[in-house]
């Protein structure tokens, strides 16, 4: 028991939120694991959360139980009437936002619940169970957000496990590495923290989870990350191609772009690290491409 709310079950059975797979919806039931996620992502003192996708609401009862102010966005009109009853259990500590988390500015949304007063939260994270068909377009938005570092001081996101491997993807795992894994890598320290099994969600998916943790640079190597997502784009588009090759999409010298990054020519976008992708981006906004 983390609180004297009715148990996720019931509550599911009540409001009649049968799961829809277009809606990416996983549900958790089990509060030990509701309450692992939120610890890892604690703790939660003068914190605001900002949860995507609360569902029924079994994370943002673990996150609430643990101290934390919650702002959550949740796309199923269907789970509204669920989330006012926690909002009711923990007054003015939970705000439910309904829209599609693709179209809500997530920094802006945190800014307007921090440090506006002296008892509102001075700190923004993001924890999530996500819904995996918009999940990493979620991340990148996220992570290739301007100014950096953000206001959100760390991200615990739960994955799909092969993407939670495409995030903390190097060049030493060739299959995974690729363009998440230079964005994530060059503005974060990202790790997986656990695995989920299938059989802990209503309905299973078919494939294991993963709980990821990004936490952010503070003084990542400067890049305008427009540029480094077209340099990775053209790269790993034609991953098994030499670099000389793959980049010439870009439209610029690609000579001079990779000797201006000091990369050999007969390398593969698989082969260059995170740094070295930051040194193409940076030729190739001087070379005007
Ligand atoms: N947090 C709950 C849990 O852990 O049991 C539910 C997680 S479920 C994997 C994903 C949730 O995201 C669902 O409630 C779904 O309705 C919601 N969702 C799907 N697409 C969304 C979007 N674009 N914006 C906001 N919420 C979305």
Redesign the pocket.
């Given at each position: 028991m983390i609180d004297d709310l009715p148990p996720l079950r019931e509550v599911v059975a009540r409001h009649g939120l049968d799961a829809?797979k277009t809606?990416?919806?996983?549900?958790?039931f089990d509060l030990n694991l509701?309450s692992r996620i939120a610890r890892a992502a604690g703790p939660f003192a003068d914190t605001v959360v900002i949860?995507?996708?609360?569902?029924?609401g079994?994370?943002?009862r673990a996150l609430l139980a643990q101290g934390a102010h919650v702002v959550a966005?949740?796309?199923?009109q269907r789970?509204l009437p669920a989330l006012a009853e926690i909002a009711a259990h923990y007054p003015g500590r939970l705000t439910i936002i309904e829209?599609?988390?693709?179209e809500i500015d997530a920094a802006a949304l945190a800014r307007q619940h921090c440090a506006s007063g002296a008892s509102e939260p001075a700190r923004a994270r993001i924890c999530?169970?996500?819904?995996?068909?918009?999940a990493t377009a979620l991340l990148t938005r996220w992570i290739e957000a301007e100014p950096w570092p953000s206001i959100f001081d760390r991200y615990v996101l739960m994955f799909q496990k092969e993407v939670a491997l495409r995030i903390v993807a190097t060049p030493a795992n060739r299959a995974d590495y690729g363009r998440l894994a230079v964005l994530c890598g060059w503005r974060t320290r990202a790790r997986i923290l656990f695995d989920v099994s299938p059989a802990a969600f209503t309905p299973p998916p078919k494939v294991t989870s993963s709980v990821v943790e990004l936490v952010p640079n503070s003084a990542p190597l400067a890049c305008n990350p427009q540029a480094l997502s077209r340099v990775t784009q053209a790269a790993f588009g034609q991953r098994r191609k030499m670099l000389r090759q793959s980049l010439k999409s870009l439209g610029v010298d690609v000579s001079a772009l990779l000797s201006g990054a000091a990369i050999e020519e007969t390398k593969r976008a698989e082969e260059v690290d995170v740094a070295g992708f930051v040194a193409l981006a940076r030729r190739l906004e001087k070379l005007g491409g």
């Amino acid at each position: 028991m983390i609180d004297d709310l009715p148990p996720l079950r019931e509550v599911v059975a009540r409001h009649g939120l049968d799961a829809k797979k277009t809606l990416g919806q996983n549900f958790l039931f089990d509060l030990n694991l509701t309450s692992r996620i939120a610890r890892a992502a604690g703790p939660f003192a003068d914190t605001v959360v900002i949860e995507i996708g609360p569902g029924p609401g079994g994370l943002t009862r673990a996150l609430l139980a643990q101290g934390a102010h919650v702002v959550a966005i949740e796309r199923d009109q269907r789970c509204l009437p669920a989330l006012a009853e926690i909002a009711a259990h923990y007054p003015g500590r939970l705000t439910i936002i309904e829209g599609d988390a693709l179209e809500i500015d997530a920094a802006a949304l945190a800014r307007q619940h921090c440090a506006s007063g002296a008892s509102e939260p001075a700190r923004a994270r993001i924890c999530a169970n996500l819904p995996y068909n918009v999940a990493t377009a979620l991340l990148t938005r996220w992570i290739e957000a301007e100014p950096w570092p953000s206001i959100f001081d760390r991200y615990v996101l739960m994955f799909q496990k092969e993407v939670a491997l495409r995030i903390v993807a190097t060049p030493a795992n060739r299959a995974d590495y690729g363009r998440l894994a230079v964005l994530c890598g060059w503005r974060t320290r990202a790790r997986i923290l656990f695995d989920v099994s299938p059989a802990a969600f209503t309905p299973p998916p078919k494939v294991t989870s993963s709980v990821v943790e990004l936490v952010p640079n503070s003084a990542p190597l400067a890049c305008n990350p427009q540029a480094l997502s077209r340099v990775t784009q053209a790269a790993f588009g034609q991953r098994r191609k030499m670099l000389r090759q793959s980049l010439k999409s870009l439209g610029v010298d690609v000579s001079a772009l990779l000797s201006g990054a000091a990369i050999e020519e007969t390398k593969r976008a698989e082969e260059v690290d995170v740094a070295g992708f930051v040194a193409l981006a940076r030729r190739l906004e001087k070379l005007g491409g």
